[in-house]
């Protein structure tokens, strides 16, 4: 497993950005694939950006695409999610996750999880 810190939540404005940092431990985060999920009160942890090791292929959920970008620096060990145009429902406490498997919308296929950095967006 790799270590994983996010730093960057906090208190913005609808249509603010913020960036979000993850930063990870270990020689090895190249072979991670990355993700970040946000879990909304009273509601499921959902995947909303992944990204493959080599940082070339990125999928983003609908509600988050063209809005969040997701971005990784190997030779840093951080992985990062650009969000632009902030809507109230982006509220919530985002994760940095990693995964030795293929990138993958399920958080069960991680197993390397950060503490979590709230994400509050108000109208």
């Known amino acids: 497993q790799v270590q994983l810190v996010e730093s960057g939540g906090g208190l913005v404005q609808a249509g603010d950005s913020l960036r979000l940092s993850c930063a990870a431990s270990?020689?090895?985060?190249?072979?991670?694939?990355m993700a970040w999920f946000r879990q909304a009160p009273g509601k499921d942890r959902e995947c909303v950006a992944a990204?493959?090791?080599?940082?070339?292929?990125?999928f983003y959920a609908s509600s988050v695409k063209g809005r969040f970008t997701i971005s990784r620096d190997n030779a840093k060990n951080t992985v990062a999610l650009q969000m632009i145009s902030l809507k109230p429902g982006d509220t919530g406490v985002y994760y940095c996750?990693?995964?030795?498997?293929?990138?993958?919308?399920?958080?069960?296929?991680?197993?390397?999880w950060g503490q979590g950095a709230p994400v509050t967006v108000s109208s």
């Open positions: 990204i493959t090791g080599s940082g070339d292929n990125t």
């Open positions: 270990g020689r090895t985060f190249s072979i991670y694939a």
């Open positions: 996750a990693g995964t030795l498997r293929r990138s993958s919308w399920a958080a069960n296929a991680y197993d390397s």
